[in-house]
């Protein structure tokens, strides 16, 4: 099946023959869906937090970042932007050259709006002698697009969300790096230093470093800090195999196998290099501006208090496990704590056995993450479940619709009537009782891939997407949820997201 030719190339990438085989036979086999208990929500999974509740664990957090701690803000951020831009890429396609829909309309009606509008209105002065006023009068949108999208305009098409002008200010725009670095200066930065990790595509590496260089300055100055900014690439030996609808290898019109990103789960080998005891994680595009910051700085604040408190308790009952003899009393009060704080549970457990000390302590020690759910406001994405594990327990998962068999009546009613939807905002401890880092690729559950179909060369193919970073790639971490406003999830999937209230100048 593999030529030697495919073996070099298999070895280049550093994967081995034998994850090839094992992904082929994740093609012919498929993914088991998930067996699921219920849609968490408040008190069954998901905690809702009164005002003084919320100060005690700001004031822990505040604490825990005088002393002496490596915070990192983790911001995946690879990839163009091209599907932000994919409806008026549509529209430079089309058989017409005036807005026909209601997304074009609302996009040209608008374009002043844009805190990018400057920057495109000297682009098009610079390329066409014309003001964008001036081509629109004329019905030239095609020719605003192309200096908006296009190599010899601003590129936009091409750049990654991260390089985009997102907000305005009096003093200037900020692009979403901009924005990152002003939050983590806010509530993730420990001894006037912020740590940022961005996940990047190779090609944009330079323009990265060229933006953090511009604006590091002024933003040390204006926040009192310096920033530590560090960068990683998906990894070559994360990428998938493809194959042929009948699961035969694909290969290239050169006859070669053709690999394709495995997705953002590919990212948790990226996290794993990270050495900090507390990293936040937040999408590149999940952003606002100043003026709208408050509620993000306390909520993030208040979940890295939380999960600081129930890291001390876990390493309070490993410890106490880790002697020789443990009393009745310790094992049910560290079992009521699984159960309760991170809403584990299991069926059948003898109540008074080395059987039940192993078991509280494989379950304890695990990597942390307390991860922000906000209500369902009808966004698409995954949600916050409480899902079966192998062992036959019950732990809180986010899962997504692949996950999920859709055949299956009684999960799909609890996918449509779930009351909180995953934003991605996640603080996670990446460190054990003894103070070593965790092998996070040991925490994976392999099993909740998705395979999607694709097409190369107008031939169509299947791809294989490994577990997800925020689902099965965490499969196996111990995760509490916390209910976070809507206002802390203002993500920007379309350009026109950016005319939403949230990511204007002024309200």
């Keep these: ?277 507390v990293v936040f994680i937040k999408n590149i595009d999940n952003i606002v501006p100043d003026r709208l910051r408050a509620d993000t700085v306390d909520y993030k604040e208040i979940l890295a208090g939380i999960l600081i408190d129930i890291q001390a308790k876990v390493f309070y009952y490993l410890k106490r496990l880790d002697q020789e003899e443990v009393d009745d009393n310790l094992l049910q009060e560290a079992l009521y704590f699984v159960e309760s704080q991170l809403c584990c549970k299991k069926t059948g457990l003898a109540q008074h056995s080395k059987e039940l000390k192993n078991y509280l302590k494989d379950k304890l020690n695990r990597p942390i993450r307390v991860c922000g759910v906000v209500k369902n406001a009808g966004e698409p994405g995954g949600g916050p479940f409480l899902a079966y594990n192998n062992d036959g327990s019950v732990s809180p998962q986010i899962l997504e619709s692949s996950q999920i068999d859709k055949a299956n009546a009684s999960y799909m009613k609890m996918f449509r009537e779930g009351t909180h939807f995953n934003p991605v905002d996640l603080v996670c401890a990446l460190r054990d009782y003894q103070g070593r880092s965790f092998d996070l690729l040991q925490f994976t559950d392999p099993q909740t891939g998705f395979i999607s179909q694709k097409s190369s060369d107008g031939k169509e193919l299947k791809a294989l997407e490994l577990p997800g970073l925020w689902n099965g790639a965490m499969s196996n971490w111990n995760t509490v949820f916390v209910e976070v406003p809507l206002t802390t999830f203002t993500p920007v999937k379309t350009v026109n997201d950016l005319l939403r209230r949230e990511h204007q100048a002024s309200s």
């Design 1 to 277: 099946m593999l030529t030697k030719e495919d073996l070099r190339q298999i070895a280049e990438k550093g994967i081995s023959e034998q994850q090839i085989c094992q992904q082929i036979a994740l093609f012919k086999t498929g993914f088991p869906f998930l067996r699921i208990h219920q849609a968490a929500s408040v008190n069954e999974g998901i905690m809702r937090l009164e005002e003084e509740a919320q100060k005690m664990f700001q004031e822990k957090w505040h604490a825990y970042r005088q002393e002496d701690h490596e915070i990192v803000k983790f911001v995946p951020a690879s990839g163009a932007a091209s599907r932000m831009f994919k409806d008026l890429f549509s529209f430079m396609s089309a058989g017409y050259d005036t807005p026909q829909t209601d997304f074009e309309k609302i996009f040209f009606e608008h374009i002043t709006c844009f805190a990018f509008f400057q920057q495109l209105d000297d682009c098009c002065l610079k390329n066409e002698g014309k003001s964008v006023q001036q081509l629109l009068e004329g019905n030239n949108y095609k020719t605003v697009l192309k200096n908006l999208l296009a190599d010899e305009g601003m590129g936009y098409g091409q750049l990654p969300k991260a390089l985009l002008t997102f907000h305005q200010y009096v003093d200037g725009a900020r692009t979403p790096i901009e924005e990152h670095m002003m939050e983590a200066a806010q509530y993730a930065s420990c001894h006037q230093k912020a740590t940022l990790h961005f996940t990047i595509s190779p090609e944009h590496e330079e323009l990265f470093k060229q933006k953090v260089a511009e604006c590091r300055e002024r933003f040390e100055e204006k926040n009192h800090i310096g920033y530590e900014i560090t960068y990683s690439r998906q990894k070559s030996s994360t990428d998938t195999i493809a194959v042929n609808l009948d699961n035969t290898l694909f290969r290239t019109k050169e006859g070669q196998l053709l690999f394709r990103p495995a997705g953002h789960g590919a990212l948790i080998e990226n996290l794993n290099d990270i050495d900090a005891d």
